[in-house]
T-cell receptor, first 116, second 112 residues
Framework: GAVVSQHPSWVICKSGTSVKIECRSLDFQATTMFWYRQFPKQSLMLMATSNEGSKATYEQGVEKDKFLINHASLTLSTLTVTSAHPEDSSFYIC????????????FGQGTRLTVV | AQSVTQLGSHVSVSEGALVLLRCNYSSSVPPYLFWYVQYPNQGLQLLLKYTSAATLVKGINGFEAEFKKSETSFHLTKPSAHMSDAAEYFCAVRGGGGKLIFGQGTELSVKP
């Protein structure tokens, strides 16, 4: 199956700083990537959809100025958490949607963000 | 709009006992349904998927699920639980554009 690589797998940052998370499709091209957030002991919630070459689409309640998404190429989507606060501490996972060859989504390994 | 509901946020079974994790879906179109497992501090691993072919789907690690349209259900089962099955399990339905809509999750505990 297709491989999605997400980095870093974990990061600790200070309040007020920004953190960038990368999501790469290693052996296929992805015009769309999904970004999910998972708080402890909770389910995954879709935050936004990144679209190669155009603006991301954010779910209701997600601050687009805080969670900057860039999809500059067909193999890379990035999520930047700006001016991070402790309440942004969470598990962030990217996913490439199914394509013509596959009926399932492909997930990155996830990034554990801790803001101190 | 599609949605899934997992009944029971926590299920506890004894090693060797039957595992049954419940999932009901709502969808206005024929659904694509998935079960994922998540171990602590790890990503998601696909257990199995239903894509409108056979209604009884077999997955990895001895898990299987049966799609029942009349009951709008897609319950996950395993005949004999193993200690290594202890994890969080998520049922999901594919939404528009390929995004996944997840259930609330069920934590499975396996007692020796």
């Amino acid at each position: 199956g297709a491989v999605v690589s997400q980095h870093p797998s974990w990061v600790i940052c200070k309040s007020g700083t920004s953190v960038k998370i990368e999501c790469r499709s290693l052996d296929f091209q992805a015009t769309t990537m999904f970004w999910y957030r998972q708080f402890p002991k909770q389910s995954l919630m879709l935050m936004a959809t990144s679209n190669e070459g155009s603006k991301a689409t954010y779910e209701q309640g997600v601050e687009k100025d805080k969670f900057l998404i860039n999809h500059a190429s067909l193999t890379l989507s990035t999520l930047t958490v700006t001016s991070a606060h402790p309440e942004d501490s969470s598990f962030y996972i990217c996913s490439a949607p199914p394509n013509m060859m596959n009926t399932e989504a492909f997930f990155g390994q996830g990034t554990r963000l801790t803001v101190v | 709009a599609q949605s899934v509901t997992q009944l029971g946020s926590h299920v506890s079974v004894s090693e060797g006992a039957l595992v049954l994790l419940r999932c009901n879906y709502s969808s206005s179109v024929p659904p694509y349904l998935f079960w994922y497992v998540q171990y602590p501090n790890q990503g998601l691993q696909l257990l199995l998927k239903y894509t409108s072919a056979a209604t009884l789907v077999k997955g990895i690690n001895g898990f299987e699920a049966e799609f029942k349209k009349s009951e709008t259900s897609f319950h996950l089962t395993k005949p004999s639980a193993h200690m290594s099955d202890a994890a969080e399990y998520f049922c999901a339905v594919r939404g528009g554009g390929g995004k996944l809509i997840f259930g609330q999750g069920t934590e499975l505990s396996v007692k020796p």
